[in-house]
């Protein structure tokens, strides 16, 4: 099993900043990696697909970067909605998840 | 726009089998360019893959979960099922369905469903 670890766990940021977060991979996963978001209440969503291309509506203020097994989510200038829960997942092998890192507003 | 929609018991005694269903709407299960999946998330944690199937009826399993596991489809219906059994709280999550681009990431989801295991 590929083990997803994210940093941090948490993650404080005030509005307009920049936000990046870690993702790494136990073993390379190529470019088969994937961030979603996570609203209280709410059904994940694609952000980023193949390391680094936006999915559909996704505002290019989200960034993703990387390969093999050290990647990056950056938020350019947080905005409200964007306070939530981010996760990567690859799709290399099957599917696993990292753990989370939680975008707060400081 | 293709959305899906779990449905099925919100609790289930433990030893049973968690039986929950699927259901696509504005596209077709029979494309061949998904896997359909289920994903579960336990209160407060993270996200669990637990498997997918082809409309074709191939299936894959997450191993620690293999040997409790069937997933099914109804191409005639445009649903997909799992089934969980011998459950114990253990697996109390949401349980979430998904389309799967094949050899791809997750791009459309479920709202999902609470599923308590209690006596």
């Known amino acids: 099993e590929i083990v997803m670890t994210q940093s941090p766990a948490t993650l404080s940021v005030s509005p307009g900043e920049r936000a990046t977060l870690s993702c790494r991979a136990s073993q390379s996963v190529s470019s088969n990696l994937a961030w979603y978001q996570q609203k209280p209440g709410q059904a994940p969503r694609l952000l980023i697909y193949?390391?680094?291309t936006r999915a559909t509506g996704i505002p290019a203020r989200f960034s993703g970067s990387g390969s093999g097994t050290e990647f990056t989510l950056t938020i350019s200038s947080l905005q409200s909605e964007d306070f939530a829960v981010y996760y990567c997942q690859q799709y290399n092998n099957w599917g696993t998840f990292g753990q989370g890192t939680k975008v707060e507003i400081k | 726009q293709v959305q899906l929609q779990e449905s099925g018991p919100g609790l289930v005694k433990p030893s049973q089998t968690l039986s929950l269903t699927c259901t696509v709407s504005?596209?077709?299960?029979?494309?061949?360019?998904?896997?359909w999946s289920w994903i579960r998330q336990p209160p407060g944690k993270g996200l669990e893959w637990i498997g997918y199937?082809?409309?074709?009826?191939?299936?894959y399993y997450n191993p620690s979960l293999k040997s409790r596991v069937t997933i099914s489809v109804d191409t005639s219906k445009n649903q997909f099922s799992l089934k969980l059994s011998s459950v114990t709280a253990a697996d109390t999550a949401v349980y979430y369905c998904?389309?799967?681009?094949?050899?791809?990431?997750?791009?459309?989801w479920g709202q999902g469903t609470m599923v308590t295991v209690s006596s």
């Open positions: 193949g390391a680094s």
């Open positions: 504005g596209g077709s299960i029979s494309s061949g360019d998904y896997y």
């Open positions: 998904a389309r799967e681009i094949v050899a791809d990431a997750f791009d459309i």
């Open positions: 199937i082809y409309y074709s009826g191939s299936t």
